[in-house]
């Protein structure tokens, strides 16, 4: 038995939707930050569930390895085949199933991205409304648990899967969760499949909740003096019960990036980005009440976007802003961290890790999802540079070890993968050694996704 008779039967199944290419399989085994490329076998493309059910089924017998595929978008290595094997790509299978605008739900196939999705959702009134910044595929957002710059008001993909289908790592097809708003019925397997990494199954269908489309939409761009001055508007923001749709900071450094980058004049000190959703009357009263506290802090040129253009080029510009960065220093590589705290320790946490960037000599602005605590520092070196090399991948260690010592995560969104694996015993302790029992019940031959999420060996 082996990987090659796997691949084998698989073409007789799939022919041409079952490539070798090497430039398939290198596009398969990339990432899009620091992590060396690590090409799968073979590339598979099913059409539909019961082909991803046949595909897992021949590499079970064979004990060929799988990984997901959704559109590559992930930050942690969730991807790529570090064992080799079979890398099933869902971007043929990409069918909206059905919208209920009654019921304000929807069914997906895994391969449809969320903007193709909002797309075909404009006529009903309704979106939805995670959205990590890149056009991710839904299976791949679900699998990582992923949220974004809307999480503070809407949640994340957690909060947004109401039921999934799973081909398991046996091959059998099964149903998560209902479409109900609520259940007490038995073990929350949608919770355990959300967040997986693909370590468990491949997910082949998702039914996600909807929200209306708001009224009235207001954004702003907001200067601060400090992050500490921008961090405490913040909180005193959410103690207040402000609707908040999106809060975004932007570091001095970030600013400088995305100015050069987009042709913005933006002052090249700490932002705030945020975004109100409601009535029109409920938006400018929500609008003149951060103003006013952003004063008490500093906060000073107010730009209050309204229109839908000028509002869409302040967020191209955030999303960008990783883009933004990189460009600033072309040729680099980047490690993208992504740690996460109470928020009443985000202040603390920016501030020492800027302190310790600049001490390391590491070129890393700093932005981030405020609203929850969540912030990101794009650590750029030369990959030539052993040196630089050590001194980034050790300023991403400690800005880890801080947020576990200010009682957060190593991870709010971007997931585990292989990147953040070896800080999974700190911060779970027990509880991580379960993690890796699960994983042996559900996949004993551990051909989903190996190397990832769970302990070594497991």
């Known amino acids: 038995m082996g990987r090659q008779e796997a691949i084998a039967e698989l073409t007789s199944l799939l022919g041409q939707r079952l490539t070798r290419s090497k430039s398939d399989l290198d596009l398969h085994g990339g990432s ?21 059910a046949r595909i897992v089924r021949t590499c079970a017998r064979h004990g060929c390895p799988l990984v997901g595929w959704g559109t590559g978008t992930s930050l942690e290595g969730q991807a790529q085949a570090l064992e080799g094997g079979v890398s099933v790509d869902f971007s043929r299978m990409n069918r909206i199933l059905a919208v209920r605008p009654e019921d304000m739900d929807v069914t997906i196939q895994p391969g449809v991205t969320r903007e193709a999705l909002n797309e075909d959702l404009r006529a009903t009134g309704l979106f939805f409304p995670v959205d990590p910044g890149a056009n991710a595929s839904l299976g791949g957002m679900a699998s990582t648990r992923a949220s974004g710059t809307t999480a503070v008001r809407y949640g994340t993909m957690r909060d947004n899967v109401l039921g999934l289908e799973v081909v398991t790592a046996d091959g059998a097809v099964i149903r998560t969760g209902s ?12 919770a355990l499949f959300v967040g997986a990494e693909g370590t468990l199954g491949l997910i082949t269908e998702l039914t996600l909740r909807l929200q209306g489309q708001p009224e009235a939409i207001s954004a702003a761009v907001c200067a ?18 402000l609707p908040l749709a999106r809060i975004e900071l932007m570091d ?27 009535s029109e009357t409920g938006v400018a009263e929500q609008a ?43 040729g680099a590589r980047s490690i993208v961290t992504d740690i996460c705290v109470p ?66 995560t190593a991870t709010g969104e971007h997931g585990i993968g292989v990147g953040k694996r070896d800080y999974m015993a700190r911060e779970h302790e027990a509880a991580w050694p379960l993690m890796g029992a699960l994983k042996r ?12 999420l769970v302990p070594p060996g497991t």
């Not at 100015?259 to 004049?265: F, H, I, P, R, S």
């Open 343 to 408: 928020i009443s320790r985000l202040a603390q946490a920016i501030e020492g890790t800027r302190a310790d960037l600049a001490q390391a000599g590491v070129q890393g602005p700093i932005l981030g999802h405020v609203g929850d605590g969540n912030f990101h520092a794009i650590l750029m070196f030369d990959e030539t540079d052993a040196d630089e090399v050590t001194r980034a991948k050790a300023a991403a260690h400690r800005m880890v070890e801080r947020a576990l010592t200010l009682g957060g």
């Open 252 to 278: 001095p450094d970030s600013v400088a990036a995305v100015n050069a980058y987009a042709g913005m004049d933006l002052p090249e000190t700490t932002h705030l980005l945020l975004e109100f959703h409601g």
């Open 441 to 452: 019940a559900l996949d004993p031959a551990g051909i989903m996704n190996p190397g990832k």
């Open 179 to 190: 479409r109900a708003r609520k259940s007490s019925s038995g073990y929350d397997l949608t």
């Open 288 to 330: 003149e009440t951060f103003g006013t506290i952003a004063a008490d802090h500093g906060g000073a040129g107010f730009e209050w976007a309204t229109r839908t253009e000028d509002r869409t080029a302040l967020w191209t510009m955030r999303h960008n802003a990783f883009h933004a960065i990189l460009a600033a220093r072309p």
């Open 32 to 52: 899009e930050t620091h992590f060396p490329l690590s090409p799968p076998d073979a590339v598979a493309y099913p059409d539909s569930t019961e082909e991803v």
């Open 224 to 241: 601060f003096p400090d992050v500490a001055s921008a961090v405490q508007a913040v909180i005193e923001t959410i103690q207040m019960g």
